[in-house]
């Protein structure tokens, strides 16, 4: 079962800011003394995170301990919200997997990644608008395909 909010938020950012740098759970582990099966709990949200990790977390990611708060949820910030609620966050899950915002998945950090990752600024724009053309069409033929029925 999932931890408070606060902390599955908390474990979601550091897993976000882990795999955008494309970290493993085990290098991450190292840097701050932790097995990677610790590095999971504080993922999930199952273990919280003191204040002292948070800190050594924030050096070995390279973003200021704010950064882990950032986003918050509203729910989250008004109580307790959905702990224990069946479909939350579990032992199967992790917060990327049953995460809506789509800024969140694995999918887009590794494409934001692999995108940086092109030195040629000129090929990297002409991605971008190559993807985002994609994405326009896509979305107008579905508004197509919703109006003929």
Do not use: W
Request: charged share 35%; net charge positive; proline share 3%.
């Amino acid at each position: 079962m999932a931890g408070h909010p606060v902390d599955v938020h908390v474990g979601m950012r550091v897993r976000q800011r882990r795999t955008l740098l494309g970290m493993s759970q085990e290098k991450l582990g190292e840097a701050v003394g932790l097995t990677f099966q610790q590095i999971q709990k504080y993922e999930r949200g199952a273990n919280r995170i003191g204040s002292s990790r948070l800190y050594e977390f924030s050096k070995v990611l390279d973003v200021p301990v704010s950064y882990f708060f950032d986003e918050m949820p509203v729910n989250v910030l008004v109580g307790r919200g959905g702990r224990g609620r069946k479909g939350g966050l579990g032992e199967e899950g992790t917060p990327f997997e049953d995460e809506k915002d789509p800024l969140a998945k694995r999918e887009t950090l590794e494409l934001v990644r692999a995108y940086y990752k092109i030195d040629e600024d000129k090929v990297r724009k002409r991605i971008f608008e190559m993807v985002k053309a994609v994405g326009a069409a896509s979305k107008a033929h579905k508004l197509a395909a919703g109006k003929r029925r």
